[in-house]
């Protein structure tokens, strides 16, 4: 009796700190629990929403992001409108002790692993799955882990905010506007049977109908020729919406237990009566997020405007050179959008020189050019992606000085299987409508079969190395001690190339 005693007035006590403030209004409790899981969220991730934000502008694949979250939102209201019978929390040691390994895991995942992935941040985003892991530990500490794991299905949705799995989807079946579409509307689908599916029949039928409005949707819209940034949310958001609302009409024709928004006076307590100190837990955790820094978008490469510079065809090649072979490669529309074309232009030296080759023979360089115009989807899948570089080990780029103010970079690659290393220099200008990237590679094969890396789409291969950074660090990829072996040779041909290019354009800068 004495045990049970003590217990009641523990309970009490624990209670008796919410009433005062909120009374006979539960939603007030819920309602001030959101607003600050709101704010600490958007206070923890604000650089990460803002690289998010950059990107919409840009038009990128990463549109589907704010898409999600609004399918996940309607996932989550389909379930809330259930009845549950819950008996109310009090013991929150299992709460707190798992809430709370979630949350370090989200400061860990953006304080140690999003910086592995510097150089294609824009392309993991592993401070997406950061958030999404402090969103379900928020949400544990705040509202309990039974009431979490209710949810447990539109966590499973919100989860594909990470975009890797969502790149690698998109670039597989085309990466163009209607791919990008067609899996929005897989994510609706998705979202929607949660939302409306209280058994698997109910499910099915709603993935279905989902499934039906939203292809038809997105093939009027195709057909109408609407811009990227209706063709691609556009379908996902009506197929959820109609089919929800036919879902919700037809439930309440038929009767039954109730699934529709709660009445005014109607809403439950809180199945956590009293949140307590795991509110500090959320805090501190925002404000120790809100000062990890992300790496920096769209101010990666220096991209000079000369408005006739003409992008888009071969590079003029200067003086001292000579065109071997030229190459085309049009799929990298995929990555970089409409009319972005890939040249490959293979360059021999007119004249051999002993500086370069200690038998006097020509060398043989390749010069890569790519444009787009949409300049951070060049960021967004650099330049690791358009070659098999997964095995090679690579140096941190420094910084070349070019002729009119271009600033090139210079890197080594070291190609382990095949005992060769690459020198290559880089830089990115534009036109003020297209942006281009320029990459010479120079081997220390000097012989006419030496092999460079050759352009292909290549998703498995960088998942896989993606995956190797995430378990053994990118050290494990770097070149810790770069031999620029052929600075000099390309340095000075990305001079002349730079001349060859901006010999007229150059006139029309003030």
């Not at 600490?40 to 840009?58: H, P, S």
């Not at 809430?99 to 995942?109: D, I, K, S, T």
């Not at 360089?365 to 115009?373: A, F, L, N, P, T």
């Not at 498995?460 to 190395?465: E, F, H, K, Q």
Request: proline share 7%; with cysteine; hydrophobic share 50%.
């Amino acid at each position: 009796m004495a045990v049970t005693a003590s217990r009641v007035v523990a309970m009490a006590t624990l209670t008796r700190p919410e009433t005062p403030v909120f009374g006979d209004h539960p939603w007030r409790a819920i309602a001030f629990r959101w607003v600050l899981f709101v704010a600490c969220t958007v206070l923890g991730f604000w650089n990460t929403i803002a690289a998010v934000i950059e990107e919409l502008r840009a038009q990128t694949l990463i549109l589907y992001v704010p898409v999600l979250v609004l399918l996940s939102l309607i996932a989550v209201i389909g379930v809330s409108w259930r009845d549950f019978d819950e008996p109310p929390i009090h013991d929150r040691q299992t709460d707190v002790i798992v809430g709370l390994v979630v949350v370090v895991l989200a400061v860990a995942g953006k304080l140690l692993v999003t910086p592995r992935y510097g150089r294609a941040y824009l392309t993991s985003h592993m401070d997406l799955l950061a958030l999404w892991m402090f969103v379900l530990g928020a949400s544990i500490l705040l509202f309990g882990l039974r009431p979490v794991s209710r949810y447990r299905w539109a966590w499973l949705v919100f989860l594909l905010v990470f975009p890797i799995p969502v790149r690698g989807l998109v670039l597989t079946l085309g990466g163009t506007s209607l791919a990008a579409g067609f899996v929005l509307v897989l994510m609706a689908v998705a979202a929607t049977a949660v939302a409306v599916g209280r058994t698997w029949r109910r499910k099915a039928v709603a993935a279905l109908i989902a499934g039906a409005v939203g292809l038809l949707a997105l093939l009027v819209l195709y057909s109408l020729g609407a811009p990227r940034n209706v063709l691609v949310p556009g379908p996902a958001l009506i197929a959820a919406v109609v089919t929800s609302g036919i879902m919700l009409v037809s439930y309440r024709r038929r009767g039954g237990r109730r699934w529709s928004p709660p009445a005014r006076g109607q809403v439950a307590d809180p199945t956590v009566v009293f949140v307590g100190r795991p509110v500090l837990v959320v805090v501190l955790a925002a404000i120790l997020l809100a000062f990890i820094p992300t790496p920096p978008v769209g101010s990666t490469w220096q991209s000079n405007t000369y408005p006739r510079l003409e992008i888009g065809g071969q590079l003029d090649i200067p003086p001292g050179w000579r065109q071997e072979l030229v190459r085309t490669y049009g799929w990298v529309s995929r990555l970089y959008g409409p009319a972005a074309v890939l040249h490959r232009q293979v360059l021999v030296q007119s004249r051999g020189t002993r500086a370069f080759d200690k038998f006097a023979r020509p060398r043989r360089v390749v010069v890569d050019s790519v444009d787009s115009r949409r300049p951070l989807a060049l960021e967004v899948y650099p330049d690791i992606f358009r070659y098999d570089l997964s095995d090679e080990r690579s140096s941190e780029p420094v910084d070349v000085e070019l002729p009119f103010g271009v600033r090139g970079r210079m890197w080594s690659v070291v190609d382990d299987a095949r005992y060769l290393t690459y020198t290559v220099v880089s830089w990115w200008w534009n036109n003020g409508r297209r942006t281009q990237q320029v990459m010479i590679w120079a081997v220390d094969d000097h012989e006419p079969q030496a092999y460079f890396p050759e352009p292909r789409i290549t998703i498995l291969a960088n998942l896989n190395s993606l995956l190797t950074i995430l378990l053994r660090g990118n050290a494990v990829l770097l070149d810790t001690n770069p031999q620029f072996k052929d600075r000099d040779l390309l340095v000075g041909l990305a001079g002349g190339l730079v001349r060859a290019q901006l010999v007229d354009s150059v006139r029309d800068r003030p």
